[in-house]
């Protein structure tokens, strides 16, 4: 079974850029996950798609991120103008259903703004 | 103002020895707790689960004990091997809800 799948796995840009992440979840998972990492912390839920639709937003930045999952399946995060705080690892997860008690990471894609 | 803590950044454990690795939490509306492992470059994975209904759950060499009027779980690791060096997040989700709070990990390094 394929696990989730991040592109691309680093990235560097200047501030006030934008940057977009993309993700593929396990085939006939219908929940995904974005997750931000800083440094030294645990990741942070950042959105939660159930199919298409967003269950859970409440910790995204909407002045600058945007995420979307047309279709069900693959979803792209975006950062735009990226700040020097936003660099951090971010991971995409995805469970079979909202409340699967487990979800799969991908190996995340690392940001770094200066 | 963090709900999940790893007090500890770092666990040094000679192999075949226990490896004890502490997670604090202060919502007591969480009712289920994950603990997931973590190798360089790589995304986190699960390892293992308590509900609050329990208070110890096993899967081989891995054990989790929950003390909720401690507000407080604990994973063990016996005996340790070399491949078990990695950062171990503890994770909680509260009832009726479906986001994943994580620590801030900890560090775990075996030994040989």
């Known amino acids: 079974e394929a696990g989730v799948a991040q592109s691309p796995r680093y990235k560097i840009i200047e501030k006030r850029q934008s940057v977009a992440f993309w993700c593929n979840p396990i085939?006939?998972?219908?929940?995904l996950y974005w997750y931000q990492q800083i440094l030294g912390q645990g990741p942070k839920l950042l959105i939660q798609f159930q199919n298409n639709g967003v269950v859970d937003d409440s910790q995204l930045p909407k002045d600058r991120f945007s995420a979307e999952r047309l279709k069900g399946v693959d979803s792209t995060l975006k950062i735009q103008p990226a700040k020097l705080e936003d660099s951090a690892v971010y991971l995409c997860?995805?469970?079979?259903?909202?409340?699967?008690?487990?979800?799969?990471f991908g190996p995340g894609t690392r940001l770094t703004v200066t | 103002d963090q709900q999940v803590k790893q007090n500890s950044p770092s666990l040094s454990v000679q192999e075949g020895r226990i490896s004890i690795l502490n997670c604090d939490y202060t919502n007591s509306m969480f009712d289920y707790f994950l603990w997931y492992k973590k190798y360089p470059a790589e995304g986190p994975t699960f390892l293992i689960s308590i509900s609050s209904i329990k208070d110890k759950n096993e899967d081989g060499r891995f054990t989790v004990f929950l003390n909720k009027s401690a507000k407080h779980l604990s994973l063990h690791i016996v005996p340790s091997q070399p491949g078990d060096s990695a950062v171990y997040f503890c994770?909680?989700?509260?009832?009726?809800?479906?986001?994943?709070?994580f620590g801030k990990g900890t560090k775990l390094s075996v030994i040989p």
């Open positions: 085939s006939g998972h219908a929940t």
């Open positions: 994770a909680a989700r509260g009832a009726g809800s479906y986001q994943l709070t």
């Open positions: 997860a995805s469970s079979l259903e909202a409340r699967s008690n487990e979800q799969y």
